[in-house]
């Protein structure tokens, strides 16, 4: 008996030895054992050898293949496009030529079949944001410090820094991505000294190769902070003329710069309107500047004040009113919906709404509202759904990608921005699956009209799939494929919808704790905290009912929707349920299209969100034998950490609400487990930031 037991343990050990050990710092290019191949018309540039050696070390196509690499003009090909056979690659550029030859790859690695065909990028800057801080810290990071910056004391660039950059230039080429914008938002001015621009220098030097432009986020009161300047008023000569030779100095360094990210009046950073001058002609002069560099700006409408009735008005009523009175490069970024990356929010109306301005599209690849890097959530699924929305600024079709990509307004310039969620955690995004969003943003920035479902499946297959011909032979494949790749492809699919119904279902928004945004905080309100950084100035409950009346009877923010949405959104009978407290105050007693009251539909979904992550942890438990223990063992535990913040969502959300609703949990519903009294106290514990801003630290046990 004995005996057999420690066979049993032993054959168990061996089994997980066989799927090796991964930190996840290889991402979705894990090395693989590649077929012998000629590569034929490469020529010698850096960024050919790069070719050269991704299709040496990664070729998994017939043996002893020839594949021919061709730079050509050819109009169906944009710069960074390709046109692709099942071994040639043919580009305008060399930039081209890497994607292409990442593409071909992909699609023997994830055994898809290599059609002969053309692909171009939807959109012609494909960013990451980084909000890095030069002090090395990261706004809303939760992997770790800044692969960038180090502190001000410590700009010398290392070999282990070049390195990092080169590993990370090649996972973001590897799905598209062209642009990288070093800094936060928040902008300090330092990023513009001497000896910080060195380091962009520097790291702008280790990405070229791999076809990534750096572009940086810039304070609009370095003249007056650096420079020295009196002033940084936008229409003085001498701050025009500082902003120029600033500029020379950039492109002098760093000849393929791409140009400036600006949040400017908004939450407490400067802008034009501190002289009494709009946004336009804000950004027109840093425009103006760029220009003769062919740099762009990307000026951000996240704006909003505190003495508005209706945040979710106010880029629209402020960006409007400037419509056509922007330079052709500049481009507004826009967020994706009308208040801050929230878990689900109809799309902002200012898409397809300014018709003689470029627009961006800016997504949150890092979680700041969806559970930071402890949660799995395919953020695909959302990003998808903001895209396809149909706007109707030009009829039918208008959605958000076509506005924005050119094909509608034929702007001179696209681009589309991602908030990063990078760090130095070894696997670079702290959740593993968190990696799968870095992914997602790169594949739908090159391709917004791909699927998530197509995404979650390469993903997969390239992430944990196995590339070993005697395993696939075997017909490990098969049960790879039905008892891996499906049930965690259908996971991953829903888990954004899931923490939807665990945190802020049917439209609710921006009901987190303060500050750090993880947990619930519904009743956070304390005297003295401006109101709409107040989660009951959102969600609006009292005895009456729950939800923000958004109608003409409450703000009328649903007045810059295009119709028909607008009177879509407006009547109940139409409004879609997912949107339905974010426009509506309605009753507790209110009928939903269930047959239930509002208040059972709420208990219903909030326990729907808990019983679908309870459930995730099943999936992952049955998909250890196809897992390396390192990645199974750590993402296990994340999901457990999951399932606890769940019930403390629905604990949390019900307990409050229903002293407003004064109506019982439905019976069939699973019981709170926690007090409403101890979720309010820990609340503020959710996070403890450690000495030196490094890291958040959420206890695991509420
Ligand atoms: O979502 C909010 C974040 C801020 C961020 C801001 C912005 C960089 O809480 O941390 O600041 O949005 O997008 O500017």
Same mark, same amino acid.
């Given at each position: 008996?004995?005996?057999?037991?420690?066979?049993?343990?032993?054959?168990?050990?061996?089994?997980?030895?066989?799927?090796?050990?991964?930190?996840?710092?290889?991402?979705?290019?894990?090395?693989?054992?590649?077929?012998?191949?000629?590569?034929?018309?490469?020529?010698?540039?850096?960024?050919?050898?790069?070719?050269?050696?991704?299709?040496?070390?990664?070729?998994?196509?017939?043996?002893?293949?020839?594949?021919?690499?061709?730079?050509?003009?050819?109009?169906?090909?944009?710069?960074?496009?390709?046109?692709?056979?099942?071994?040639?690659?043919?580009?305008?550029?060399?930039?081209?030529?890497?994607?292409?030859?990442?593409?071909?790859?992909?699609?023997?690695?994830?055994?898809?079949?290599?059609?002969?065909?053309?692909?171009?990028?939807?959109?012609?800057?494909?960013?990451?944001?980084?909000?890095?801080?030069?002090?090395?810290?990261?706004?809303?990071?939760?992997?770790?410090?800044?692969?960038?910056?180090?502190?001000?004391?410590?700009?010398?660039?290392?070999?282990?820094?070049?390195?990092?950059?080169?590993?990370?230039?090649?996972?973001?080429? @590897?799905?598209?991505?062209?642009?990288?914008?070093?800094?936060?938002?928040?902008?300090?001015?330092?990023?513009?000294?001497?000896?910080?621009?060195?380091?962009?220098?520097?790291?702008?030097?280790?990405?070229?190769?791999?076809?990534?432009?750096?572009?940086?986020?810039?304070?609009?009161?370095?003249?007056?902070?650096?420079?020295?300047?009196?002033?940084?008023?936008?229409?003085?000569?001498?701050?025009?003329?500082?902003?120029?030779?600033?500029?020379?100095?950039?492109?002098?360094?760093?000849?393929?710069?791409?140009?400036?990210?600006?949040?400017?009046?908004?939450?407490?950073?400067?802008?034009?309107?501190?002289?009494?001058?709009?946004?336009?002609?804000?950004?027109?002069?840093?425009?103006?500047?760029?220009?003769?560099?062919?740099?762009?700006?990307?000026?951000?409408?996240?704006?909003?004040?505190?003495?508005?009735?209706?945040?979710?008005?106010?880029?629209?009523?402020?960006?409007?009113?400037?419509?056509?009175?922007?330079?052709?490069?500049?481009?507004?970024?826009?967020?994706?919906?009308?208040?801050?990356?929230?878990?689900?929010?109809?799309?902002?109306?200012?898409?397809?709404?300014?018709?003689?301005?470029?627009?961006?599209?800016?997504?949150?690849?890092?979680?700041?509202?969806?559970?930071?890097?402890?949660?799995?959530?395919?953020?695909?699924?959302?990003?998808?759904?903001?895209?396809?929305?149909?706007?109707?600024?030009?009829?039918?079709?208008?959605?958000?990608?076509?506005?924005?990509?050119?094909?509608?307004?034929?702007?001179?310039?696209?681009?589309?921005?991602?908030?990063?969620?990078?760090?130095?955690?070894?696997?670079?995004?702290?959740?593993?699956?968190?990696?799968?969003?870095?992914?997602?943003?790169?594949?739908?920035?090159?391709?917004?009209?791909?699927?998530?479902?197509?995404?979650?499946?390469?993903?997969?297959?390239?992430?944990?799939?196995?590339?070993?011909?005697?395993?696939?032979?075997?017909?490990?494949?098969?049960?790879?494929?039905?008892?891996?790749?499906?049930?965690?492809?259908?996971?991953?699919? @829903?888990?954004?919808?899931?923490?939807?119904?665990?945190?802020?279902?049917?439209?609710?928004?921006?009901?987190?704790?303060?500050?750090?945004?993880?947990?619930?905080?519904?009743?956070?309100?304390?005297?003295?905290?401006?109101?709409?950084?107040?989660?009951?100035?959102?969600?609006?409950?009292?005895?009456?009912?729950?939800?923000?009346?958004?109608?003409?009877?409450?703000?009328?923010?649903?007045?810059?929707?295009?119709?028909?949405?607008?009177?879509?959104?407006?009547?109940?009978?139409?409004?879609?349920?997912?949107?339905?407290?974010?426009?509506?105050?309605?009753?507790?007693?209110?009928?939903?299209?269930?047959?239930?009251?509002?208040?059972?539909?709420?208990?219903?979904?909030?326990?729907?969100?808990?019983?679908?992550?309870?459930?995730?942890?099943?999936?992952?438990?049955?998909?250890?034998?196809?897992?390396?223990?390192?990645?199974?063992?750590?993402?296990?535990?994340?999901?457990?950490?999951?399932?606890?913040?769940?019930?403390?969502?629905?604990?949390?959300?019900?307990?409050?609400?229903?002293?407003? @609703?004064?109506?019982?949990?439905?019976?069939?519903?699973?019981?709170?487990?926690?007090?409403?009294?101890?979720?309010?106290?820990?609340?503020?514990?959710?996070?403890?930031?450690?000495?030196?801003?490094?890291?958040?630290?959420?206890?695991?046990?509420?």
């Amino acid at each position: 008996m004995k005996i057999k037991v420690i066979i049993n343990i032993f054959l168990l050990a061996v089994m997980h030895m066989a799927v090796r050990a991964d930190d996840g710092h290889d991402l979705w290019l894990r090395k693989i054992n590649a077929s012998p191949l000629k590569v034929v018309g490469a020529g010698k540039s850096q960024k050919m050898a790069i070719a050269m050696e991704e299709l040496n070390s990664r070729w998994l196509g017939e043996a002893d293949a020839t594949v021919t690499l061709t730079i050509r003009p050819d109009k169906q090909i944009k710069p960074d496009g390709y046109r692709l056979t099942a071994n040639s690659v043919q580009a305008t550029t060399e930039s081209g030529i890497l994607y292409g030859v990442y593409e071909l790859l992909r699609l023997q690695q994830t055994r898809q079949h290599v059609r002969s065909r053309v692909s171009n990028p939807s959109y012609q800057n494909r960013l990451l944001n980084h909000w890095d801080n030069l002090d090395g810290s990261v706004e809303r990071g939760y992997a770790g410090r800044s692969i960038f910056w180090k502190g001000k004391d410590n700009v010398a660039v290392t070999e282990a820094d070049r390195s990092l950059w080169a590993g990370y230039a090649r996972a973001c080429a @590897s799905i598209g991505l062209n642009g990288s914008v070093l800094n936060n938002v928040n902008a300090s001015p330092e990023v513009l000294s001497t000896a910080n621009l060195k380091r962009v220098k520097a790291i702008s030097d280790v990405l070229r190769p791999y076809g990534i432009r750096t572009f940086l986020s810039v304070n609009f009161s370095s003249p007056k902070l650096l420079g020295g300047l009196k002033t940084s008023d936008p229409l003085d000569p001498t701050v025009a003329r500082w902003w120029a030779g600033k500029i020379k100095e950039i492109y002098t360094l760093v000849p393929d710069f791409g140009g400036f990210v600006v949040k400017a009046n908004s939450e407490g950073q400067p802008g034009p309107q501190d002289f009494g001058r709009t946004h336009a002609e804000g950004a027109n002069m840093l425009a103006d500047a760029l220009k003769p560099w062919d740099g762009i700006v990307m000026w951000r409408a996240f704006v909003y004040s505190s003495t508005d009735k209706d945040r979710a008005r106010q880029a629209y009523s402020e960006f409007m009113p400037l419509d056509g009175k922007f330079r052709d490069n500049v481009i507004i970024q826009v967020k994706n919906g009308p208040i801050d990356f929230q878990p689900r929010e109809p799309f902002s109306p200012l898409f397809g709404a300014m018709k003689k301005t470029s627009m961006m599209n800016e997504l949150q690849i890092t979680q700041e509202y969806l559970g930071h890097s402890k949660q799995l959530v395919f953020l695909s699924t959302m990003w998808e759904e903001c895209l396809k929305s149909d706007t109707y600024q030009e009829g039918r079709g208008s959605t958000v990608a076509r506005c924005t990509n050119g094909s509608i307004f034929g702007n001179k310039y696209t681009a589309i921005a991602g908030v990063a969620n990078t760090g130095l955690d070894s696997n670079w995004t702290g959740h593993d699956f968190a990696q799968a969003n870095w992914y997602a943003f790169g594949r739908l920035a090159w391709n917004d009209t791909l699927s998530s479902a197509q995404i979650a499946d390469e993903w997969l297959r390239l992430t944990f799939g196995s590339n070993d011909q005697n395993e696939i032979n075997a017909g490990k494949d098969e049960l790879w494929n039905t008892e891996f790749l499906k049930p965690v492809k259908e996971m991953m699919l @829903s888990s954004r919808e899931t923490a939807v119904n665990y945190s802020m279902p049917l439209g609710l928004h921006h009901i987190f704790a303060a500050n750090h945004h993880y947990g619930p905080g519904p009743w956070y309100a304390p005297t003295g905290v401006r109101p709409d950084w107040t989660p009951p100035y959102y969600h609006q409950a009292d005895t009456m009912g729950i939800g923000f009346d958004r109608t003409r009877s409450g703000s009328n923010a649903v007045r810059q929707y295009h119709q028909p949405l607008t009177s879509q959104f407006e009547d109940l009978n139409t409004c879609p349920e997912i949107y339905l407290l974010w426009f509506h105050h309605l009753p507790w007693s209110y009928k939903m299209r269930s047959g239930r009251t509002l208040w059972d539909e709420l208990c219903f979904r909030y326990d729907q969100g808990v019983q679908q992550v309870r459930e995730y942890q099943k999936i992952w438990d049955k998909s250890r034998n196809y897992v390396d223990q390192e990645r199974f063992l750590r993402v296990q535990s994340k999901l457990k950490q999951q399932a606890r913040d769940a019930q403390v969502w629905k604990d949390g959300c019900l307990l409050y609400f229903q002293q407003f @609703s004064r109506r019982p949990i439905p019976y069939e519903i699973e019981r709170p487990v926690y007090d409403l009294s101890f979720l309010e106290s820990v609340n503020p514990l959710y996070i403890i930031r450690s000495a030196d801003n490094e890291k958040e630290i959420i206890p695991n046990h509420y």
